[in-house]
T-cell receptor
Framework: GENVEQHPSTLSVQEGDSAVIKCTYS??????FPWYKQELGKGPQLIID?????GEKKDQRIAVTLNKTAKHFSLHITETQPEDSAVYFC?????????????FGAGTTVTVRA | NAGVTQTPKFRILKIGQSMTLQCTQD?????MYWYRQDPGMGLKLIYY???????DKGEVPNGYNVSRSTTEDFPLRLELAAPSQTSVYFC????????????FGDGTRLSIL
């Protein structure tokens, strides 16, 4: 089955700096890559996703890049703010409507220092 | 829309007790999922459902049961609670399978002593 590895497990950044989280996946058939943000005491919330037909997607201060050849994808947060402090999860799936399985990374705890 | 609602938020059980974790969604999603989240680990799929009356096992189904009598509700049952089932449980839903994002509830924190 699909195996998703996520690095680093913890990340501390100065407010205003950038944060980068990297994930690798094992199954070349994976086609859909969402990123989730989990705040303390809450469930994961989708922040951005990318499909295999694009290499990069941006939404304000958040961007995701995908390298299908190398089987890795990354989350980039620019101009970090205190409210960006949370646990971030990457995930991968086959991207087919009838395929339920979403494989998650172990998570990255991001702390933004004021 | 309330999205995905889970109850209770917290619960402490004794070993051997049973309980049902409730999950309901108001987005008319076909797919629903139950995950458990242990410290330092990702989310592990327990059970999932592709529609009312249809359920199937995920990665870690042992010790749990589910039912899906309506589109909205997907309860998770623990029959004989064991300390290994201490975890945070999340319910999620999506319109279809792997090509659509999953929407999560805020979780049930369960301790078994």
């Amino acid at each position: 089955g699909e195996n998703v590895e996520q690095h680093p497990s913890t990340l501390s950044v100065q407010e205003g700096d950038s944060a980068v989280i990297k994930c690798t996946y094992s199954d070349s058939a994976s086609n859909y890559f969402p990123w989730y943000k989990q705040e303390l005491g809450k469930g994961p919330q989708l922040i951005i996703d990318i499909r295999s037909n694009v290499g990069e997607k941006k939404d304000q201060r958040i961007a995701v890049t995908l390298n299908k050849t190398a089987k890795h994808f990354s989350l980039h947060i620019t101009e970090t703010q205190p409210e960006d402090s949370a646990v971030y999860f990457c995930a991968a799936s086959m991207g087919r409507p009838n395929d339920y399985k979403l494989s998650f990374g172990a998570g990255t705890t991001v702390t933004v220092r004021a | 829309n309330a999205g995905v609602t889970q109850t209770p938020k917290f619960r402490i059980l004794k070993i051997g007790q049973s309980m049902t974790l409730q999950c309901t969604q108001d987005m008319n999603h076909n797919y629903m999922y139950w995950y458990r989240q242990d410290p330092g680990m990702g989310l592990k799929l327990i059970y999932y459902s592709v529609g009312a009356g249809i359920t199937d096992k995920g990665e870690v189904p042992n010790g749990y049961n589910v039912s899906r009598s309506t589109t909205e509700d997907f309860p998770l049952r623990l029959e004989l609670a064991a300390p290994s089932q201490t975890s945070v449980y999340f319910c999620a839903s999506s319109y279809s399978g792997g090509d659509q994002p999953q929407h999560f509830g805020d979780g049930t924190r369960l301790s078994i002593l």
